[in-house]
């Protein structure tokens, strides 16, 4: 039997999931890509792999499932993947409260999670990126890994191509994707060269693209398209290293894990309070 068709349009990190987890199930898969690679928000971001920040039940083990297979991608794929593991830093009374009172509820499965209280010392001791500075302690979390996202974005394409025989168009912008009245097919996907090419299915993936693809789809969302740039920073030494990843008490009301705390809701109102533009 002829395999099921499925184009992936974009192969950005989305993209490139969509088009693994689709060619295991023995899918004929083709990814388009507009550039030479991809270069947007795939590229722009910490390369954090963040199980910490779901709350525990099907979110944190979904995470969990992402975080095992970026390990079997450094395994097969020879992708650089750090398990560094996480710390939120407490500078104020009541992120400090917040961390404590994580730990000592029991539906956040500590345990599972690798959590672990730290004193200032400990923090020190751990990474010499924390601000020392009215440091009341962190809380560990053994769960984060980090990768490359460039070195991430460059060698998957390949792996899946050895060992899928997934086949991707790159450098090939996509003009539309319309219905399609071949036999056996239902989309259509056309670029702007003017190839066609008849699928069973198609994944969209493409970031802010969509505003050209799907206009009307975009605006209707009520989704607002941001930009997140990194900062490069010079090298303080070779003994210096940047990892565990390190979040501030500002994260603390970002991630919905910690919602479970009592005093979430006074931390919320005084960073409100005192820096309501960060709101």
Same mark, same amino acid.
């Given at each position: 039997?002829?395999?099921?068709?499925?184009?992936?349009?974009?192969?950005?990190?989305?993209?490139?999931?969509?088009?693994?987890?689709?060619?295991?199930?023995?899918?004929?898969?083709?990814?388009?890509?507009?550039?030479?690679?991809?270069?947007?928000?795939?590229?722009?971001?910490?390369?954090?792999?963040?199980?910490?920040?779901?709350?525990?039940?099907?979110?944190?083990?979904?995470?969990?499932?992402?975080?095992?297979?970026?390990?079997?991608?450094?395994?097969?794929?020879?992708?650089?993947?750090?398990?560094?593991?996480?710390?939120?830093?407490?500078?104020?009374?009541?992120?400090?409260?917040?961390?404590?009172?994580?730990?000592? =509820?029991?539906?956040?499965? #500590? +345990?599972?999670?690798? $959590?672990?209280?730290?004193?200032?010392? /400990? !923090?020190?001791?751990?990474?010499?990126?924390?601000?020392?500075?009215?440091?009341?302690?962190?809380?560990?979390?053994?769960?984060?890994?980090?990768?490359?996202?460039?070195?991430?974005?460059?060698?998957?394409?390949?792996?899946?191509?050895?060992?899928?025989?997934?086949?991707?168009?790159?450098?090939?912008?996509?003009?539309?994707?319309?219905?399609?009245?071949?036999?056996?097919?239902?989309?259509?996907?056309?670029?702007?060269?003017?190839?066609?090419?008849?699928?069973?299915?198609?994944?969209?993936?493409?970031?802010?693209?969509?505003?050209?693809?799907?206009?009307?789809?975009?605006?209707?969302?009520?989704?607002?398209?941001?930009?997140?740039?990194?900062?490069?920073?010079?090298?303080?030494?070779?003994?210096?290293? =940047?990892?565990?990843?390190? #979040? +501030?008490?500002?994260? $603390?009301?970002?991630?919905?894990?910690? /919602? !479970?705390?009592?005093?979430?809701?006074?931390?919320?109102?005084?960073?409100?309070?005192?820096?309501?533009?960060?709101?």
């Amino acid at each position: 039997m002829k395999r099921e068709k499925i184009a992936i349009i974009g192969a950005g990190i989305v993209g490139l999931a969509q088009a693994w987890s689709a060619a295991e199930r023995g899918f004929d898969v083709t990814v388009f890509e507009r550039s030479s690679r991809a270069a947007g928000a795939s590229i722009r971001n910490f390369g954090m792999v963040w199980p910490i920040g779901q709350p525990t039940g099907e979110l944190f083990d979904i995470a969990m499932a992402s975080q095992s297979r970026w390990k079997r991608l450094a395994s097969e794929a020879g992708l650089w993947v750090n398990p560094c593991g996480s710390i939120h830093l407490a500078h104020r009374p009541d992120e400090w409260n917040v961390l404590q009172e994580f730990v000592a =509820l029991p539906g956040t499965a #500590a +345990s599972e999670r690798g $959590l672990k209280l730290l004193t200032p010392e /400990d !923090v020190r001791n751990c990474t010499p990126a924390a601000n020392p500075n009215g440091l009341l302690g962190g809380l560990f979390s053994s769960t984060e890994l980090c990768v490359n996202p460039k070195e991430a974005i460059r060698r998957i394409p390949k792996w899946l191509s050895e060992k899928y025989g997934v086949r991707f168009q790159f450098d090939t912008h996509i003009a539309r994707v319309d219905s399609d009245g071949e036999a056996g097919t239902e989309l259509r996907v056309t670029t702007s060269q003017g190839y066609s090419t008849s699928v069973h299915r198609a994944v969209v993936c493409s970031g802010a693209e969509l505003r050209t693809l799907f206009p009307s789809t975009l605006e209707q969302s009520g989704i607002s398209r941001c930009k997140l740039q990194m900062l490069s920073i010079e090298s303080p030494g070779a003994s210096w290293q =940047l990892g565990p990843h390190l #979040a +501030s008490g500002l994260t $603390l009301r970002h991630y919905r894990n910690f /919602d !479970v705390c009592p005093g979430m809701k006074s931390l919320k109102q005084r960073i409100a309070e005192e820096t309501p533009e960060l709101e």
